[in-house]
């Protein structure tokens, strides 16, 4: 517990939704599995919280704070319409 599997799982999906480094992927074409249905209802929320604040960071309507992984992912993401 505590070693930060969940948010890397989640910046992961992050990843391949914006298509960094692979062609872009929809959260319904991603497979993510844990072991009990607790963890996968975290793990989903997490997972959707992600998107989200992404989806608002890049739309511009926010920064991304000290968020390191979201600040490279916008950096990284081509100009231009999103």
Same mark, same amino acid.
């Given at each position: 517990?505590?070693?930060?599997?969940?948010?890397?799982?989640?910046?992961?999906?992050?990843?391949?939704? +914006? #298509?960094?480094?692979?062609?872009? %992927?929809?959260? /319904?074409?991603?497979? @993510?599995?844990?072991?009990?249905?607790? *963890?996968?209802?975290? +793990? #989903?929320?997490?997972?959707?919280? %992600?998107?989200? /604040?992404?989806?608002? @960071?890049?739309?511009?309507?926010?920064? *991304?704070?000290?968020?390191?992984?979201?600040?490279?992912?916008?950096?990284?993401?081509?100009?231009?319409?999103?």
């Amino acid at each position: 517990a505590g070693t930060g599997k969940t948010w890397t799982i989640a910046a992961l999906v992050l990843r391949l939704v +914006l #298509g960094h480094g692979a062609p872009p %992927r929809t959260p /319904d074409q991603i497979l @993510v599995m844990t072991f009990t249905r607790a *963890a996968t209802r975290e +793990l #989903g929320d997490r997972i959707r919280r %992600r998107l989200a /604040d992404a989806a608002v @960071v890049f739309r511009g309507e926010a920064g *991304a704070g000290d968020d390191r992984v979201l600040t490279g992912l916008l950096a990284a993401f081509p100009a231009g319409e999103a």
